[in-house]
């Protein structure tokens, strides 16, 4: 089955930097690869799709990348703000009815 | 407003007691998933539905049951054989079937055993 890796350790920025998320899989390729913010205690909220044959996606100052050759997206925050804190959460359909399977997601905080 | 709403926000479950958990959907979406998600783990899907009177059994479905009488409603019973139900259970929906719909979240019910 399908095992997707995301950094379980924190990332802790200092407003404006950019924040680069990290989501690695094991096996067969998505035809799909989404990205979600969830805030504590809240559902998650979609916030990018990308196909496997697309490389990157931009949505304001958010940016997915896609290397099927590494089995790794990125998801990257540019001029990140406070209110980005949140969990970041990939998921990826690896079937033909396309069932979602999540990564357990990376904790975001940004400092002032 | 369009949107899932799920109710109740928090419940608590005693031994041997059957607990249902509700998701109503305004977005006239054909598809509803209902997930559990615990500490440090991604989304496992329990149950989900692609139409009316249908459903389909996810990765945990153990100890679970739905119903999909209605478009818009897509309850969760918990059952006394789910032997551990202390989760956080999320309700979904999308347009239709297929890894190029984006889903869309309920707020979720926290369920706590007694």
């Known amino acids: 089955s399908q095992k997707i890796e995301q950094n379980s350790e924190a990332l802790n920025i200092q407003e404006g930097k950019t924040a680069t998320l990290t989501c690695n899989y094991t096996?067969?390729?998505?035809?799909?690869l989404q990205w979600y913010r969830q805030d504590p205690g809240r559902g998650p909220v979609f916030l990018l799709l990308?196909?496997?044959?697309?490389k990157e996606k931009r949505k304001e100052r958010l940016k997915v990348t896609f290397d099927t050759t590494l089995k790794q997206s990125l998801f990257h925050i540019t001029a990140s703000q406070p209110a980005d804190s949140a969990t970041y959460l990939c998921?990826?359909?690896?079937?033909?009815?396309?069932?979602?399977?999540f990564g357990a997601g990376t904790q975001v905080v940004v400092t002032p | 407003d369009g949107g899932i709403t799920q109710s109740p926000k928090y419940l608590f479950r005693k031994e041997g007691q059957n607990v249902t958990l509700s998701c109503e959907q305004n977005?006239?979406?054909?598809?509803m998933y209902w997930y559990r998600q615990d500490p440090g783990q991604g989304l496992r899907l329990i149950y989900y539905?692609?139409?009316?009177?249908?459903?389909q059994k996810g990765d945990i479905a153990e100890g679970y049951s739905v119903s999909r009488e209605k478009k818009e409603s897509f309850p969760l019973t918990v059952t006394s054989a789910q032997k551990n139900p202390t989760a956080f259970y999320l309700c979904?929906?999308?347009?239709?079937?297929?890894?190029?719909?984006?889903?869309?979240f309920g707020d979720g019910t926290r369920l706590s055993i007694l």
């Open positions: 990308i196909r496997e044959n697309e």
């Open positions: 096996n067969y390729s998505p035809a799909y």
């Open positions: 977005l006239n979406h054909d598809a």
């Open positions: 979904a929906s999308s347009a239709g079937q297929g890894g190029n719909q984006p889903q869309h």
């Open positions: 539905s692609q139409i009316v009177n249908d459903f």
């Open positions: 998921a990826m359909t690896t079937d033909s009815w396309g069932k979602l399977q």
